[in-house]
């Protein structure tokens, strides 16, 4: 679950290119060239999306209960906006089209906005917490509720979560985070000069606040409070700098944690300063699945909540207490030793759609052209 989301998280590089189709270009040629680079790969990003919730369900359907029906609008609000973006490339181009190509891409531009700064806050969620109660009696009836485990607390429905600073701060540093990594993309995929010294200084003018936004998030998180569990009575409680100590105790995963920051920074820095680096989107872009992996990892790991209830401390998932039948995680562990063959295939299907760069001209004698 943790690797699929550093996968989502790098992927969102298309949502980040489709907040920046019309300020990263001046001219409809330009424009389209964006459409159509991003367009070759928005199903990588749509596909982990569904995977991961999918994966989700069956490894932990309490946490899919709980946070999808709960937290109903913040999740319905990120789903509709990712429903618009299929929609926006299969449809822009379309004979037909009543309401013009300028409607779908400002479709796109509220997908990559909303769609990556309300996955950044529901993120955060795994160390902030949410208003939710879990009663597992219930089930039979035997509680206020009927049979109903799982009940939010808040009658915004996941909207509140947007009033805590914290969610705002990782929401805001996955947004920038999307940005700065579709115009290292940009940098390296497009035979456009004009558009790749503008995608430079793009990664400049997102990368700064990236950083900010993260280096926030990051240093609150390990020095606030965090949910820990006793791992002999399974009580919850809170622990001053467990997401600190959760680093420290598991060194491998601190170090590789830090080896993605700085694969970060390093594709961030070189490409600003470099004119002749293109490469930046990889060793950013690994080191964002590294990082996101094992910042996922540390928010449940080593004796620790990863759905925290910040109304009832009892109520809090962990991996104990909320993970599926013993079958289904068997089978699923078997199903995951096809992972390889998945990441082969799609780095197979990546090479087979760059092997050149992307112009003006291939976008005239391809026959789907978006």
């Not at 497009?190 to 010294?197: F, T």
Request: hydrophobic share 50%; with cysteine.
């Amino acid at each position: 679950m943790s690797l699929l989301g550093g996968l989502l998280v790098f992927l969102l590089f298309v949502q980040g290119g489709q907040s920046m189709i019309h300020s990263l270009s001046r001219k409809e040629d330009e424009k389209k060239l964006l459409v159509n680079a991003l367009g070759r790969k928005w199903e990588y990003t749509f596909t982990t999306l569904v995977t991961f919730g999918g994966a989700f369900f069956a490894s932990f359907p309490l946490f899919y209960s709980t946070s999808f029906g709960g937290a109903y609008w913040a999740w319905m609000i990120l789903l509709f906006c990712f429903v618009l973006q299929a929609v926006s490339y299969e449809f822009q181009s379309k004979p037909g089209n009543i309401f013009g190509a300028a409607t779908y891409r400002n479709f796109l531009f509220v997908n990559g906005l909303l769609g990556t700064f309300l996955l950044g806050v529901v993120v955060a969620t795994f160390f902030t917490g949410s208003a939710f109660t879990v009663g597992k009696g219930n089930i039979a009836g035997l509680g206020n509720a009927g049979p109903v485990i799982s009940q939010w607390q808040n009658p915004l429905h996941g909207l509140e979560l947007l009033a805590n600073p914290r969610n705002i701060a990782l929401g805001l540093a996955v947004f920038f985070l999307a940005r700065t990594l579709a115009s290292l993309f940009f940098v390296n995929r497009l035979s456009h000069e004009v558009l790749e010294k503008r995608s430079r200084k793009f990664v400049l003018f997102n990368g700064l606040p990236f950083v900010v936004f993260f280096l926030v998030f990051l240093i609150w998180t390990l020095f606030a409070e965090g949910y820990a569990v006793d791992p002999a009575t399974k009580e919850v409680y809170l622990e001053k700098m467990k997401y600190l100590h959760n680093f420290i105790e598991m060194p491998l995963i601190m170090l590789l944690f830090l080896l993605g920051v700085l694969a970060v920074l390093y594709g961030i820095i070189r490409t600003v300063f470099s004119f002749a680096f293109k490469e930046g989107i990889w060793y950013s872009g690994a080191g964002t699945i590294l990082t996101v992996t094992m910042l996922l990892l540390v928010a449940g790991y080593n004796n620790t909540a990863y759905y925290p209830s910040s109304v009832d401390l009892q109520s809090s998932l962990t991996l104990q207490n909320s993970s599926s039948s013993e079958f289904t995680l068997s089978a699923m562990a078997v199903v995951s030793l096809f992972v390889p063959v998945v990441a082969a295939y799609i780095f197979y299907a990546w090479r087979a759609l760059e092997r050149k760069k992307l112009s003006l001209d291939d976008l005239h004698s391809d026959g789907h052209a978006y």
